[in-house]
T-cell receptor
Framework: LAKTTQPISMDSYEGQEVNITCSHN???????ITWYQQFPSQGPRFIIQ???TKVTNEVASLFIPADRKSSTLSLPRVSLSDTAVYYC?????????????FGAGTRLFVKA | EAGVAQSPRYKIIEKRQSVAFWCNPI?????LYWYQQILGQGPKLLIQ????????DSQLPKDRFSAERLKGVDSTLKIQPAKLEDSAVYLC???????????????FGPGTRLTVL
């Protein structure tokens, strides 16, 4: 399973766009890249998943370059409620289900 | 759609005592995961079930931890005996696992916060 490297923490202000980059140099061909968000005293919550190029949903965009050795989660116009820990994971589905590893995550602080 | 249910939400025990946690996944989800999350760290996978079979338990301390999912639905994680370092939040997650080749979304429960004194 590929390990991921993310910044430990980031600060931002309300209304700004936040980009969190994750490095996964040993990503395998069948691996997908997934991002989760975790608030204090709650379990992680799925944000977005992608394999290559760009994926966008109602809350975020995920940019994956051609070599797939890194990815960037983009949060448009953050608010105070986006203060959380963000985890980047890589993993694949096999006959036993989805296998992945959570790293330490990036603590995002959004200020007023 | 009901989410992943876990109980109890909080548990305080003395070291060397036993404790059990219960998880009921989302209906129809074949894959169930138990994670341990120590304060300030990311979740660490303890065991993964596909239906009622174990897929991965490589990080489960088998001398003291055990887990079962007898009918392929709900699951129980047990610690016997507990140590101080077992103080953590124990998270249960489930996923549908219906699409080979695509990592499916995991849905997490609220967790059980265990304090070992």
């Amino acid at each position: 399973l590929a390990k991921t490297t993310q910044p430990i923490s980031m600060d931002s202000y309300e209304g700004q766009e936040v980009n969190i980059t994750c490095s996964h140099n040993n990503i395998a061909t069948n691996d997908y890249i997934t991002w989760y968000q975790q608030f204090p005293s709650q379990g992680p919550r799925f944000i977005i998943q992608g394999y290559k190029t760009k994926v966008t949903n109602e809350v975020a965009s995920l940019f994956i370059p051609a070599d797939r050795k890194s990815s960037t989660l983009s949060l448009p116009r953050v608010s105070l409620s986006d203060t959380a820990v963000y985890y980047c994971l890589v993993g694949d589905y096999n006959t036993g289900g989805f296998k992945t590893i959570f790293g330490a995550g990036t603590r995002l602080f959004v200020k007023a | 759609e009901a989410g992943v249910a876990q109980s109890p939400r909080y548990k305080i025990i003395e070291k060397r005592q036993s404790v059990a946690f219960w998880c009921n996944p989302i209906s129809g989800h074949a894959t169930l995961y138990w994670y341990q999350q120590i304060l300030g760290q990311g979740p660490k996978l303890l065991i993964q079930f596909q239906n009622n079979g174990v897929v991965d338990d490589s990080q489960l301390p088998k001398d003291r931890f055990s887990a079962e999912r007898l009918k392929g639905v709900d699951s129980t994680l047990k610690i016997q005996p507990a140590k101080l370092e077992d103080s953590a939040v124990y998270l249960c997650a489930s996923s549908f696992s219906s699409l080979p080749g695509q990592g499916p979304e995991q849905f997490f429960g609220p967790g059980t916060r265990l304090t070992v004194l």
